[in-house]
């Protein structure tokens, strides 16, 4: 009976847990865009939330008068120290390495005019582009210190000073890695994007000329100094380095398409990391997914980004009905401030997505 009583949760376990899930989209988004990594994000904030818990659970504690800031400085500083594990498991890497790929919302069309008004549409739209695949490719030449201060300031709009505060650092020396990021990922990231309904239809017309073998179509539609990412990590076809130039590239991918031993693939247009997208399957398996960055002005291909790695594709599935659905942000509730039993509540529910 007293051990019964000892496992219940107590009013003051339900209130943690209450505040950790409701900073929790925020948390995976800061952390996600530190580490491109969705299972690392859910470590890094299984970590936070124990940390938390330990904190809430202490029967005389300082109160905390600012959860979120207090919950963000935690995990922030938990997905900084886990970067040296990350940079150890990325030089043995085989071939480029890209984000983990997210899937988010895709907008309908007819509610467009109605969230251009709604007071959350900025956050939302903050959101998409601080995820996007190009953006996160650049983010990965910063220094980690540079790119928490980047996510921090430029995505979610922290100011010197609390970015300071969370990071432990003078608000001179923040101002500085500011500005250095800025300047880095301004030099590298393109400045217009091309409209997302331009982009949808680039993608259809450039998906069907690479898996229809209309390698004129293909090239058409490629700019001259295209680039073709690809990240099999050793476990799917890929080419070892980044493919660059519209000839290169056009038979690199006539080739993935003539040489593919599937004998049937479901294309799935999608918003992933924000962007419009396509993700093939291949029965219920989750074969690739692709997105392609276009010249606002020219309407051609800039860069492919193509992940067939099966590790990275786990949280992309076909969801109910067919449709493809991902949802690795999506969090259990966790009883009383304890785990439940067989899972961790700062990380994704496996089965959530089906």
């Known amino acids: 009976m007293s051990e019964a009583l000892a496992q219940r949760p107590t009013p003051a376990d339900d209130h943690a847990t209450e505040v950790f899930l409701g900073h929790r989209e925020l948390l995976f988004s800061v952390v996600y865009n530190m580490l491109g990594s969705v299972s690392d994000t859910e470590d890094v904030l299984q970590e936070t939330w124990l940390a938390w818990a330990r904190h809430s659970s202490k029967p005389v504690r300082d109160e905390i008068d600012n959860p979120r800031a207090y919950l963000v400085r935690i995990a922030v500083n938990q997905a900084l120290t886990r970067q040296a594990s990350i940079s150890r498991r990325r030089e043995t890497y085989v071939g480029p390495w890209l984000p983990e790929p997210l899937m988010t919302q895709t907008p309908d069309a007819h509610d467009h005019a109605r969230a251009a008004g709604a007071a959350d549409a900025a956050e939302s739209a903050v959101r998409n582009e601080s ?18 201060v980047f996510v921090l300031r430029e995505v979610f709009g922290y100011s010197h000073g609390e970015i300071a505060e969370i990071l432990g650092r003078s608000t001179s020396a923040i101002r500085q890695l500011a500005h250095r990021a800025r300047e880095h990922v301004q030099a590298r990231r393109p400045r217009y994007q091309a409209d997302p309904e331009v982009r949808q239809q680039v993608t259809e017309r450039f998906l069907a000329a690479a898996l229809g073998g209309d390698l004129a179509g293909l090239m058409n539609l490629l700019a001259p100094d295209v680039t073709l990412w690809t990240d099999g990590g ?29 004998p049937h693939l479901d294309i799935h247009y999608r918003h992933v990391n924000g962007d419009p997208s396509a993700v093939v399957f291949s029965g219920d398996s989750t074969y690739a997914v692709m997105i392609v960055d276009v010249n606002r002005d020219t309407g051609q291909v800039t860069d492919v980004y193509l992940v067939t790695n099966p590790d990275k594709l786990q949280g992309v599935r076909l969801g109910k009905g067919g449709a493809a659905d991902g949802t690795p942000g999506r969090a259990p509730t966790p009883r009383g401030g304890r785990p439940a039993q067989g899972r961790r509540p700062g990380t994704a529910d496996p089965g959530a997505a089906g």
């Open 131 to 148: 995820v996007s695949m190009a953006l996160l490719v650049v983010l990965e030449t910063l220094t980690p210190l540079e790119r928490a």
């Open 234 to 262: 050793g476990k799917a076809p890929s080419a070892l380095r980044p493919v660059l130039g519209r000839d290169k590239v056009a038979r690199t991918l006539h080739g993935y398409a003539g040489n593919s031993r599937q």
